[in-house]
């Protein structure tokens, strides 16, 4: 669902809207018992449909699914060095969401930005595993330097933000430096671009 969290508003009130409305529809086959048993509208794990849940591909699909609200949508935001790019400013930075884990491991684990902007990186912990989430120059980073930014204690579906401006001559990273992430390679690399 976090992919999807860049849509204008509008349309997520629209598509629940839409969604509210076939659930009553729903509703109402089922009191005529005509609701089929399985891959019924809010079709749960593995289900398919429309509120389709971990593994489902439902209009609303959540962590893996194949959904309207998936990565397609989100990722139209033209990117750093495409043309129609925004780059962040101190005033208005980019947002750029970051899941960790689950596992020793950040999505995506490359990031690209455009020299000078400033990015808000909103990053979740999507397993049990507690995170951090440190930027700056690779060196920095690499040492787990005192002094570097950086958010911390990221508990299990907790999102937490860190704002950062790209206005060195880096080259810059991100890490995780919780006991042993960083050496299970809990990392990723920021491209600078322009
Ligand atoms: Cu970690």
């Not at 409305?21 to 086959?29: I, Q, S, V």
């Amino acid at each position: 669902m976090f992919k999807g969290m860049r849509i204008p508003n509008g349309l997520v009130v629209a598509v629940a809207v839409v969604a509210l409305t076939l659930g009553a529809a729903a509703f109402g086959a089922a009191v005529l018992g005509h609701l089929p048993s399985s891959g019924g509208m809010m079709g749960g794990t593995n289900g398919s449909g429309m509120m389709g849940g971990t593994n489902g591909s439902g209009m609303m699909g959540g962590t893996n699914g194949s959904s309207m609200m998936g990565g397609a949508v989100a990722s139209a935001a033209p990117q750093p060095g495409s043309a129609g790019f925004v780059p962040g400013t101190t005033i208005s930075p980019r947002t750029v969401r970051v899941l960790a884990g689950p596992g020793y491991t950040f999505t995506p684990s490359t990031i690209t930005v455009a020299r000078g902007e400033t990015v808000t990186f909103v990053v979740t912990s999507m397993g049990p595993l507690v995170h951090e989430f440190m930027v700056g120059s690779v060196d920095a980073v690499a040492a787990d330097q005192v002094g570097t930014p950086e958010v911390a204690d990221i508990g299990m579906m907790q999102s937490k933000s860190i704002t950062y401006t790209f206005d060195g001559s880096g080259p810059y990273a991100y890490a995780c430096h919780a006991t042993g992430h960083y050496e299970a390679g809990m990392r990723g690399t920021i491209t600078v671009v322009g």
